[in-house]
């Protein structure tokens, strides 16, 4: 979605304790003989099923990170750590292949972690890197973090939840995301998304994740027609009814790609909602077929 969270990498600094000798007995002027020879730095690597009471923004040292009980308070949950080669020199820059490979890692195993596409949730993935001096001390290693959301629209922001999420999208659940009504419209096109319960009244639903080929992000609208495309095609399974030329006549669609800065990263799930710009129903049109999702004559 072209108004999604922006910010994707965080900052982790390795750092060293130094012990030395305290003791004051027994100096002979030489500073230089007594004392014990410092550790060398060491990589410090993250652990993965482990909650978080601060943002990853905020941990920028090894004194700062500080993992939490997941059935306690929290703002995000680490799911995966992986490491990018040993012998690899110099952090992976934006946009590159390693981050796009980092990214990829990180989305499967979100997905595995939850249960389901983490995209059908209110939740956003994040990936962690070592900063500039972790990185000179060793460490290799990039964390995928998972954050619950108010929303999935512009207006996000980060719930401090109590219990993990593993395994939170394999049923049902208030974190899934399903029935919604629309604000704009009326020939400006949807503007938000609001979640209700698919028992009131409500005019769209979230139907499922497209996945965009590995091309520019979409800038032009020549460019979109590709994801709404995809999208009706997701629409079309969900619903029941046939992916063919009157598909357009029976629903509208809303398409919520990710921000341009996620795209450059690799992240390439569509979020997909039908909508029914004439009508507004009172249950799920999940499997509704033609009958649900009748062909417009207006």
């Given at each position: 979605?072209?108004?999604?969270?922006?910010?994707?990498?965080?900052?982790?600094?390795?750092?060293?304790?130094?012990v030395g000798?305290?003791?004051?007995?027994?100096?002979?002027?030489?500073?230089?003989?007594?004392?014990?020879?410092?550790?060398?730095?060491?990589?410090?690597?993250?652990?993965?099923g482990?909650?978080?009471?601060?943002?990853?923004?905020?941990?920028v040292?090894?004194?700062?990170?500080?993992?939490?009980?997941?059935?306690g308070?929290?703002?995000?949950?680490?799911?995966?750590?992986?490491?990018?080669?040993?012998?690899?020199?110099?952090?992976?820059?934006?946009?590159?292949?390693?981050?796009?490979?980092?990214?990829?890692?990180?989305?499967?195993?979100?997905?595995?972690?939850?249960?389901?596409?983490?995209?059908?949730?209110?939740?956003r993935?994040?990936?962690?890197?070592?900063?500039?001096p972790?990185?000179?001390?060793?460490?290799?290693?990039?964390?995928?973090?998972?954050?619950?959301?108010?929303?999935?629209?512009?207006?996000?922001?980060?719930?401090?939840?109590?219990?993990?999420?593993?395994?939170?999208?394999k049923?049902?659940?208030?974190?899934?995301?399903g029935?919604?009504?629309?604000?704009?419209g009326?020939?400006?096109?949807?503007?938000?998304?609001?979640p209700?319960?698919?028992?009131k009244?409500?005019?769209?639903?979230?139907?499922?994740?497209?996945?965009?080929?590995?091309?520019?992000?979409?800038t032009?609208?020549?460019?979109?027609?590709?994801?709404?495309?995809?999208?009706?095609s997701?629409?079309?399974?969900?619903?029941?009814?046939?992916?063919?030329?009157?598909?357009?006549?029976?629903?509208?669609?809303?398409?919520?790609?990710?921000?341009?800065?996620?795209?450059?990263?690799?992240?390439?799930?569509?979020?997909?909602y039908?909508?029914?710009?004439d009508?507004?129903?009172?249950?799920?049109l999940?499997?509704a077929?033609?009958?649900?999702?009748?062909?417009?004559?207006?």
């Open positions: 979605m072209s108004r999604a969270m922006t910010t994707l990498f965080a900052a982790a600094v390795t750092a060293v304790l130094l000798c305290a003791g004051s007995g027994g100096l002979d002027g030489d500073l230089t003989d007594d004392w014990a020879a410092l550790p060398a730095p060491s990589a410090f690597t993250p652990a993965a482990v909650c978080h009471a601060a943002d990853f923004t905020d941990l040292s090894l004194a700062g990170y500080e993992p939490v009980d997941c059935a308070p929290h703002r995000l949950e680490t799911v995966h750590v992986g490491a990018f080669p040993a012998e690899r020199t110099a952090a992976p820059a934006g946009g590159s292949a390693e981050l796009r490979g980092a990214f990829a890692e990180c989305d499967t195993r979100a997905t595995g972690y939850v249960g389901d596409d983490w995209r059908s949730g209110r939740l993935l994040s990936v962690a890197l070592p900063n500039g972790g990185w000179a001390a060793g460490s290799r290693w990039f964390r995928c973090d998972l954050t619950e959301l108010t929303t999935v629209e512009a207006a996000a922001t980060v719930v401090v939840r109590s219990g993990s999420l593993r395994d939170a999208l049923g049902p659940t208030g974190l899934r995301l029935c919604q009504q629309t604000r704009g009326a020939g400006r096109g949807v503007q938000t998304l609001t209700v319960e698919c028992g009244q409500h005019d769209a639903e979230f139907v499922g994740v497209w996945r965009a080929p590995d091309k520019a992000y979409p032009r609208d020549a460019d979109w027609l590709p994801l709404y495309t995809g999208c009706r997701v629409l079309a399974r969900y619903a029941g009814v046939p992916d063919d030329a009157t598909l357009r006549f029976r629903s509208g669609v809303v398409v919520r790609p990710p921000g341009a800065g996620r795209w450059k990263v690799g992240d390439r799930g569509v979020r997909c039908l909508w029914l710009s009508r507004t129903v009172t249950a799920s999940k499997g077929g033609p009958v649900g999702l009748p062909v417009r004559t207006k």
